[in-house]
DNA sequence: TATCAAAATGTAATCCATTACATATTTGAT
DNA sequence: ATCAAATATGTAATGGATTACATTTTGATA
């Protein structure tokens, strides 16, 4: 491979020259931009963005940390964060922690070595010490998941009154026993959520008890199927709705109640939280609260290019919208 | 952040020792080792991944091109992928195509700019010329896609084979009219499944009309949703079954056959390809051509691995499997 | 044509780590 | 105690680009 030295003799110029045309064009004559680049052509020279980024200490490279890659709901923000990311000349690294720490600090040892700018995290299983502390050194951006009371930048949506919206839509349905299948509370979204849905049940003067909720350690279809068919053996004709707080668990839910021969939504009301696609690919199709997952991730880039470039960011709550299908 | 100097300087020796201490410790003192993993941990030092890159002219960054990370079958490969290459303390660069050359050509260029040390693609529209000119320069593996002519290393299935195993187990179970829903031909895949499909009509003495073979330009849930529809408004009962070539289409296509209340398996079987997740949480359940999706990302890192360190490869075809479910 | 500011180009330091080669130290046998 | 061999450490070049500063060229003006 061609170097920047390999350009400027074959155009007999000089390093600083040939680095000038790629940086600054307007500070280098025609002429000599002409040859230059001509010997870029021949050589088919491509500058190192090795030594580029050494010189420059700054890599262009942003880090992504979710959970699994495999979850639908990440996947859509990941779409934004690339797109936004190409725009502004990064690339990203698209790392799953699997929600296990060890992994978490390899990832983040990534910006102590300069291989990443910054990191955007939509992992809420962090070691949130450690993350305010390396906050403090490099530029970082919550993404979805945050923390209140701790200086740590985020971009979300308002999950507490989402779910209390849901809630309340059932409940003016004439629902008067929902369950809450919960994913696990360690996640402040969960927590966020179950708040919402117990502000709305509250309100309603639902009697409440604890056994209404259901906590799941993961977010797959599976453990949404598992719990669904736990509840029709424990609780069948207890409960007339149920609200997921993860679309994934719903749709796991509704495939038990479909192989049960429970009716959606005669029998039985379920809603989910997301929009993933596949919510419109159930029968029947699924509501659930849309979350501008898109605009999330490109948002997100955005903060995060602002914080490097030391710009001072303020954290964002996006909007939400119910979406009301043939599941309610 | 502090350098190696730094470190070299608190800890009293040389760069070069602490050097030695990072890569080969044996070659260092029990005693000095200590003094200078004490300094190490006194500044917090993370030796600069780019000095390092820059040095070894290797970036230890695979890239790995997608036509869309949204499609669920190139998720599952990723992941193998991913886990592949961190064992093998590589990152990966996820990037998608969208299909467009113009995406391609630049992160192609990622390799020329040394920010990648070799690639896996996935995605077959590429300009084919240019890829194999490509892969004399730099270490590339295809995976899923390839060119049989064509001199660039691959990991694939045989999908001729599996197409022509899936439709002969549709036509052993009577069924004598059969829709491909097929994907564009541009997909190597698309040709080969297709042939397969004839090649098993051929086998039962199935006459054969060019207008059994619908085609989508788009790899999604609605495009597949769309096809059924128009069959099922200009060829209703005039076919029991559905061979799409991908789990996306037939699960759009599940979907529109339960909207008009077709019922499936009995009315209208249905299959598809892949095996992602959703294809279990389906009404009913998608039988499908499992494919070793997360093993074949980890086998392609592999080959690439070896590809980059200069090993001779050869290229691996997989088995897959017919998984039989309730869509049939 | 001589002069001089502005524009263009060149020289060399710099970013940070690795490593060949040179030098210093230790080991152990005599 | 001595010295060669083996081991440990240091010096300095290297990788490929950027850029402050120095130098040369250009071209307008007197």
Not at 34 to 41: E, P
Not at 46 to 58: D, F, H
Not at 296 to 302: F, K, L, T
Request: some cysteine; overall charge neutral.
């Amino acid at each position: 491979m061609p170097t920047i030295q390999d350009v400027a003799k074959k155009a007999g110029v000089s390093v600083a020259t040939v680095s000038r045309v790629l940086n600054t064009p307007s500070a280098v004559t025609e002429k000599t931009r002409q040859k230059v680049q001509d010997a870029m052509q021949e050589l088919d020279y491509a500058p190192s963005i090795l030594g580029r980024n050494l010189r420059n200490s700054e890599s262009r490279m942003l880090l992504v940390l979710i959970p699994k890659i495999s979850n639908p709901f990440y996947l859509r923000i990941v779409e934004g964060i690339e797109e936004t990311a190409l725009d502004h000349g990064y690339n990203i690294l698209v790392c799953q922690t699997h929600s296990k720490t060890e992994r978490e600090s390899v990832y983040f040892d990534l910006l102590k070595n300069r291989l990443a700018d910054g990191a955007i995290t939509m992992d809420p299983t962090i070691d949130k010490d450690k993350l305010v502390q390396l906050a403090r050194q490099f530029p970082i951006v919550q993404c979805s998941e945050y923390d209140k009371d701790k200086s740590l930048s985020y971009i979300t949506i308002d999950s507490e009154l989402a779910a209390y919206q849901m809630t309340k839509f059932l409940l003016k349905q004439g629902h008067k026993r929902i369950v809450l299948i919960n994913s696990d509370e360690k996640f402040l979204y969960a927590r966020e959520r179950k708040k919402g849905f117990l502000r709305a049940l509250k309100e309603f003067d639902i009697e409440f008890e604890d056994d209404w909720i259901y906590k799941t350690n993961n977010v797959t279809f599976e453990a949404g199927q598992q719990v669904m068919r736990s509840l029709l053996s424990h609780k069948a004709g207890k409960f007339t709705a149920v609200f997921a707080v993860s679309d994934v668990l719903a749709i796991g839910a509704l495939k038990e109640l479909n192989i049960q021969g429970v009716h959606v939504p005669d029998e039985m009301a379920i809603v989910g939280f997301d929009k993933i696609d596949f919510t419109n690919m159930t029968f029947p199709r699924l509501t659930t609260v849309a979350q501008p997952m898109y605009k999330m991730g490109s948002i997100a880039v955005d903060m995060l290019i602002k914080k490097i470039r030391g710009e001072e960011i303020e954290d964002v709550i996006l909007d939400h919208e119910l979406i009301i299908r043939e599941s309610t």
